[in-house]
């Protein structure tokens, strides 16, 4: 069972930490990621990060805003967000992934934590 955390209002150009930790999974033996979800819109994917933590992805449009981290010893995932946008406002899911290779598709995810909303105001 993943637990996300972390969101909030914020205002354009502002950052953020979320958070996401599981009781029952240790970090270092899988990939997890991001995604985020909007009213009326399919869950999107936002960053991924490899078992080891030295392989990262991102959507475009994060892209140099964004860093997906994971520390195992506490068994946690982040994202660090910073210069948040109004377009970046959604519910934000973590989430075990499956493969690597799959990292783009919401499918691949074997496990979701519960969301955390995220609005950034203008």
């Known amino acids: 069972q993943l637990q996300a955390s972390g969101g909030g209002l914020v205002q354009v150009g502002d950052s953020l930490r979320l958070s996401c930790t599981s009781s029952e999974r240790t970090f270092n033996t899988v990939g997890m990621a991001w995604f985020r979800q909007v009213p009326g819109k399919e869950r999107e994917f936002v960053a991924a990060?490899?078992?080891?933590?030295?392989?990262?992805h991102y959507t475009d449009s994060v892209k140099g805003r964004f860093t997906i981290s994971k520390d195992d010893g506490e068994n946690m995932l982040y994202p660090q967000m910073n210069s948040l946008k109004a377009e970046d406002t959604a519910v934000y899911y973590c989430g075990i992934m499956n493969y690597l290779r799959n990292y783009q598709s919401s499918a691949n995810i074997i496990s979701w934590g519960q969301g955390t909303q995220v609005t950034v105001s203008s």
């Open positions: 990060i490899s078992r080891s933590g030295g392989i990262t």
